[in-house]
């Protein structure tokens, strides 16, 4: 079996007597969306997925350390309010609808996205950086952690990133000013590689090697 169809079926069974949550998270261009992605199609229950970037919050508080602090980056690029509040509560309780985004950071205004019906035995597919967090690891029924060295991310940035800034200097700057510091205080501060149920590297997308993989107990929240 692969990667995603061994999670697609650890997904499958967790938390089977009601909802399960789910976090994908790791570094900038680890791969998150793409594994995230291809389990939600695998998994044998209804599937509701989201990402963090729905959750940003607006960009006068996200850059209010400056434009490349790491610190700000971590502490201050997502509505963590909103995204208890308005989707990991409500789906964990068992609500018929949930706000799976409510802020557009490349408008910088409010843009909510709702779905409704949501099962009675749904899994949240969330993938997105940060999501161990103390702050949020209350939420996760099962916790996947995506590992690439920080080269890879560079590398990987650079390919995918350099259509919008325009330079390689530019995104160079903003990951090895911002984004990848950011990364080191999140790991040492949080250490969300030992939160994690299921840690991957994920340097070779073709053949991603698991480093851990333990038993998830059901979270108490």
């Not at 995603?4 to 791969?31: E, I, K, M, S, T």
């Not at 259509?163 to 984004?179: D, F, I, N």
């Amino acid at each position: 079996m692969t990667l995603a169809a061994d999670l697609a079926a650890a997904v499958g069974a967790v938390g089977r007597r009601g909802r399960a949550l789910v976090a994908v998270d790791g570094p900038d261009a680890a791969g998150k969306t793409t594994l995230a992605d291809r389990v939600a199609a695998l998994v044998d229950r209804p599937v509701v997925r989201a990402s963090i970037d729905g959750f940003h919050a607006p960009r006068a508080v996200r850059l209010r350390r400056g434009d490349l602090s790491p610190e700000g980056c971590y502490r201050d690029s997502f509505d963590l309010d909103a995204l208890q509040d308005r989707l990991l509560a409500p789906f964990a309780r068992g609500a018929a609808a949930v706000e799976v985004a409510v802020f557009d950071h490349r408008t910088d205004r409010a843009a909510v996205v709702r779905v409704d019906d949501v099962p009675a035995d749904g899994v949240l597919l969330v993938d997105g950086v940060f999501l161990l967090r103390p702050e949020l690891r209350r939420w996760w029924t099962l916790g996947v952690y995506v590992h690439v060295p920080e080269e890879v991310t560079l590398a990987r940035a650079l390919r995918r990133d350099l259509p919008a800034p325009g330079s390689a200097e530019v995104v160079e700057e903003r990951y090895r000013g911002r984004y990848l510091p950011a990364q080191e205080l999140y790991r040492t501060e949080a250490r969300p590689v030992a939160a994690a149920h299921v840690v991957v590297d994920n340097s070779d997308p073709a053949a991603p090697e698991v480093l851990r993989w333990s038993r998830p107990a059901e979270p108490a929240r």
